[in-house]
């Protein structure tokens, strides 16, 4: 009705204003929306690299057989070779050289005799809800010549009535469990448990 | 590294849980500030409704604390946000959500709704409060004046156009304000309704339950901040407008309790997946937060007793206190939903097979202590506000005037 | 001013400023006054601008494009042997505690007569009291009972196809990747926690170190350079299979053709690619 008067002072002032705030939103939005954010969709597309650049902790057994030939030839022939080197031996990163110190060598933990106790029943001790190896024996297949590889399952054992507390290293070579032996005396090893390098 | 996992698990709150629960629900990732964070919403859109009431549906008898409300209003909504921050674990990039909002979510358009309700309250109070700025910019002779004059934009113009114009742009915004307020906190119930993780929020009935517990809250809260106000400031308590609020709040709360109860007997007797786990929850720890205290005494109570006050026709005195008793009632009752429906959606497992029960510490950023110190700063910013805009007179001048005429 | 390219819908004609001079209009000055305007920008709505990078993406050796993972789990042949939920902490760097992990496994008894399995996770109490530092393990708590049922049933992430946590996450510090991976930007996220909660298969949690939301990223550091998540490169048993879902003779084809396979709460609609088989109707 009063179109063709003059709005008032504080009017255009305050519409102004809300004008000012509106570019000034805007421009700050644009300014700082950050360089690869809706390149690829509704994120940061550096992140990506980001994320993908973290050296790996677990190396794989190719990686271990680049030195350790002979184990790698025993482990890969025997009954333990879907147990890749690092379930027991822990992740690889860092070894063979210290990432802090390039001029030392950083040696992998390895399971001493007694940890065997602990380590190989993580697998081997009998439990509720583990399937048991089926068949019980490695079938022989006549067509391949070979032994059927297990379906699933593992051979279980009831710790104390397995070994009456002698280390699981003590008759099983960990690399090639089967054929049992006998050793005299425990292996010589180093006394700490296989943990994870906690550097990332 | 291992010290700084240590550290770690010094600082966060592992649950308790019988049953069956996934590893990671074991801490609790929203508590007790995102129990007040709708509260505090709630109370903004309740204070809002009444101000409308006045303002846009032409109640008068709501006129006493139709510009009250607006400054409660504001006062409650600029700590809302403060509850979200400082639960973030980043506060420092809570801005992300607005540089690029995600269009599917409904936490970054909740930023855009709540900074654009801020903006038209702020608008809503110039407005209302413009006259009483232009003479205080002239008249005030304290330290208030250079905020004042700034106030005014540089223009004292006081005149009929002025006024019709700031008349078209009070109503304008009163009316905007209306489905903003009331969207901002449906809003809110859609934050927790649209999630289908958790059957407990997962519900279409939530915005609106909240919603109407909003208003009720909202009324409530005005109720007794006007009461105790009128008490420090030596007035009389306007008894008429205290009945328009009863009536209110009756009316609501009767609408509120229906859609809770709604809400809560479907999800019973629709029965699905998990029921066992939602029964054994009900009858233990939610039984005297969700039975007794949020149904039964926080709002079947005071139905009943605004029921007998409206039928009885209650006055004087006796409306007061009953008044007050029922509001506080409420406010209590809209706590305890509150924190039945953040707390109690997440002790509820979502594997349905199992229930955490949460104890909220008192120390901490995410204790009780917290919650108090962000529940009451609203009333400081009332107080502080209200220094500068008296929403107990008419206008300034008038005021002045009376007071220089007493003398 | 960085990239406007990207972001066309930002610019407003700068010279709207140019009338405004006054220095002392401040009425709207305030944290939450920087809100408002945004409302009508998010309306436009942002633009993608593919302009293609020159090389691949993400890493030089790596072309998201040409590929699309995917994951099974073979619930008959878990042990239980937890090497998988030591490996992926000791690979990611999640803490080592009972509230924190990308991967768990459930353990599911059904007691001879029992309408409903008992569950419990390498989390649980009792567990944890047997396990060592990188040696946890489930308790034999059943041995003296009369079992039915039983099996183990390994949990993580689904890297679902429509993401609950990419869908309410409000800055898009989650996201899903071109070849399938849900991730999480670590410099982005502002730690409101909606994506854990939003999460049906608690697959999320927050990191208190980093005061961010995080989850698995089926180790895409690693899946980027040619290896298989840690998780699958340390199962003694093949339990876990990865692959390349566009490669016909990856492993998760195989297992996809070979199997009839289900995904867990398929009602929620997030149509998980982690697929299993050997699970039960309790298994959720």
């Known amino acids: 009705m009063e179109e063709h008067t003059e709005m008032p002072k504080h009017i255009v002032r305050l519409s102004l204003l809300l004008v000012v705030f509106l570019v000034v939103a805007f421009s700050a939005k644009a300014y700082f929306t950050v360089d690869s954010f809706y390149k690829y969709g509704h994120y940061r597309a550096n992140s990506v690299p980001d994320i993908a650049a973290p050296d790996p902790a677990y190396r794989g057994p190719a990686y271990c057989a680049l030195c350790h030939v002979d184990r790698h030839t025993q482990w890969s022939s025997a009954g333990h070779k879907t147990v890749k080197c690092e379930v027991c031996h822990g992740p690889a990163r860092g070894h063979p050289i210290d990432p802090n110190d390039p001029n030392k060598t950083a040696k992998l933990p390895r399971p001493t005799a007694e940890y065997t106790k602990t380590l190989c029943t993580l697998c081997h001790m009998q439990l509720t809800a583990r399937p048991q190896r089926d068949p019980p024996q490695q079938p022989w297949d006549p067509a391949i010549g070979k032994s059927v590889p297990w379906n699933k399952g593992v051979s279980q054992v009831i710790p104390d009535e397995h070994s009456a507390g002698q280390p699981c290293l003590f008759c099983h070579d960990p690399h090639q469990p089967k054929p049992i032996r006998i050793k005299e005396e425990p292996a010589q090893v180093a006394q700490t448990p296989p943990s994870s390098p906690d550097k990332h | ?407 | 001013m960085n990239k406007m390219s990207d972001t066309p819908d930002n610019t407003l004609p700068e010279g709207q400023d140019a009338g405004d001079t006054s220095g002392r209009r401040r009425f709207l000055a305030g944290a939450g006054a920087a809100c408002a305007s945004a409302a009508l920008i998010s309306v436009l709505g942002p633009a993608v601008a593919k302009d293609g990078p020159s090389g691949s993406f993400p890493t030089a050796d790596f072309d998201w494009e040409k590929h699309n993972w995917g994951y099974g789990i073979d619930a008959n042949k878990c042990i239980g042997c937890l090497r998988c939920v030591d490996a992926c902490k000791n690979e990611n760097g999640v803490a080592k505690d009972a509230n924190h992990f990308r991967t768990w496994v459930e353990r599911y008894v059904y007691l001879e007569g029992a309408k409903r399995p008992l569950i419990d996770s390498q989390s649980h109490p009792d567990n944890i009291a047997v396990s060592a530092p990188n040696a946890s393990r489930f308790d034999d708590r059943y041995k003296n009972e009369k079992v039915e049922k039983a099996f183990f049933v390994p949990k993580m992430c689904n890297h679902c196809e429509n993401p609950s946590c990419v869908q309410v996450c409000p800055t898009g510090a989650t996201f899903k990747t071109k070849d399938g991976a849900v991730l999480v930007d670590k410099e982005y996220c502002i730690g409101c926690q909606y994506c854990v909660q939003a999460c049906p298969y608690g697959a999320r949690y927050f990191n208190e170190i980093e005061r961010r939301a995080d989850k698995c990223t089926w180790c895409y550091h690693r899946i980027s350079k040619g290896m298989n998540p840690a998780c699958v490169e340390i199962c003694p048993v093949g339990a876990r299979v990865f692959g390349d879902m566009n490669d016909k003779n990856s492993p998760i084809s195989q297992f996809l053709k070979d199997n009839r396979v289900l995904s867990l709460k398929p009602e929620m609609g997030n149509r998980p690619t982690c697929y299993y088989i050997g699970i039960d109707k309790e298994v959720s």
């Open chain 2, 1 to 407: 590294m291992e010290a700084v996992h240590a550290a770690a698990e010094a600082i966060y709150h592992v649950t308790p849980y019988t049953g069956y629960v996934y590893p990671n629900e074991t801490v609790v990732p929203w508590s007790i500030l995102i129990v007040i964070y709708p509260y505090l919403t709630g109370l903004v859109a309740g204070a809002f409704t009444v101000s409308s009431l006045f303002h846009v549906f032409g109640i008068e008898r709501f006129r006493p604390v139709a510009r009250f409300a607006l400054i409660a209003a504001l006062c409650f909504m600029v700590v809302v946000p403060v509850t979200l921050l400082s639960h973030l674990g980043h506060p420092e990039r809570a801005f992300n959500a607005m540089i690029t909002p995600h269009t599917t979510s409904a936490m970054a358009i909740f930023g855009y709704v709540a900074g654009f309700y801020v903006i038209l309250l702020m608008l809503e109070i110039w407005f209302m409060f413009r006259e009483d700025i232009v003479y205080n910019a002239q008249n005030d002779r304290s330290w208030k004046r250079p905020i004042y004059r700034l106030m005014t934009l540089g223009s004292y113009e006081i005149n009929d156009k002025t006024r019709h114009y700031d008349h078209k742009w009070l109503l304008t915004l009163a009316i905007i304000g209306i489905p903003a307020s009331h969207g901002l906190h449906g809003y809110v119930g859609f934050v927790f309704g649209s999630l289908k993780s958790r059957d407990w929020w997962s519900s279409d009935l939530m915005p609106a339950i909240f919603l109407f517990s909003a208003i009720v809250s909202g009324v409530s809260v005005l109720i007794i901040l006007y009461m105790i106000v009128s008490l420090v400031r030596r007035v009389k308590i306007d008894e008429d407008c205290i009945k328009g609020m009863v009536l209110a709040l009756w009316g609501f709360l009767m609408f509120t309790v229906l859609l809770e109860g709604v809400e809560f007997f479907a999800l019973m007797y629709r029965a699905r997946e998990g029921i066992d786990i939602i029964r054994e929850y009900k009858s233990g720890p939610l039984f005297w937060r969700f039975a007794i205290m949020q149904i039964g005494i926080g709002a079947v109570l005071p139905v009943i007793i605004m029921s007998l006050m409206v039928y009885f026709k209650t006055s004087g005195r006796k409306l007061m206190v009953g008044a007050f008793i029922c509001a506080a009632l409420v406010l209590t009752s809209v706590i305890f939903m509150r924190y039945n429906v953040v707390i109690g959606g997440q002790e509820i497992s979502k594997t349905m097979k199992g229930l955490l029960s949460y104890e909220v510490p008192f120390f901490g950023q995410e204790g009780w202590m917290a919650a108090i110190i962000l529940l009451s700063t609203p009333l400081v910013f009332m107080y502080v506000l209200t220094r500068f805009f008296n929403p107990w007179i008419e206008s300034a001048k008038s005021h002045a005037e009376a007071l220089a005429h007493a003398k």
